[in-house]
């Protein structure tokens, strides 16, 4: 059974860092995309960043220059440092990882990131 477990969430002031993790089990991920999304209260679900397998990442423009994804397939973990954090960066973050070969993907529960005064 898969399962993606999301840490690292919190309450944070404007400027302020934080950093998630997803590891996720049930099966080697090392061939799948990982990646996080967010979605703010009335808003739709958004691209955060994602990393292929082979370690190509892709950013929402919201967040680029501000967010690093990274991955360590040994321990099948996807990383989100999040830096310079502003308001509108409050969301629940969700881990998704997705096999375009195996057409097969999956969604973390959430963690919640709050950026307030």
């Known amino acids: 059974q898969v399962q993606l477990v999301e840490s690292g969430g919190g309450s944070v002031q404007p400027g302020g860092s934080l950093r998630l993790s997803c590891a996720a089990s049930?099966?080697?991920?090392?061939?799948?995309?990982m990646g996080w999304y967010r979605q703010a209260p009335g808003k739709e679900r958004e691209l955060v960043a994602t990393v292929t397998s082979g370690g190509f990442s892709n950013y929402g423009d919201p967040v680029k220059g501000r967010f690093t994804i990274s991955r360590d397939n040994g321990k099948n973990t996807v990383y989100l440092q999040m830096t310079s954090l502003k308001p509108e960066d409050t969301a629940v973050y969700y881990c998704?990882?997705?096999?375009?070969?195996?057409?097969?993907?999956?969604w973390g529960q959430g963690t919640q990131v709050t950026v307030s005064t």
């Open positions: 998704h990882v997705r096999s375009a070969i195996l057409g097969n993907a999956y």
């Open positions: 049930g099966r080697t991920f090392s061939s799948y995309a």
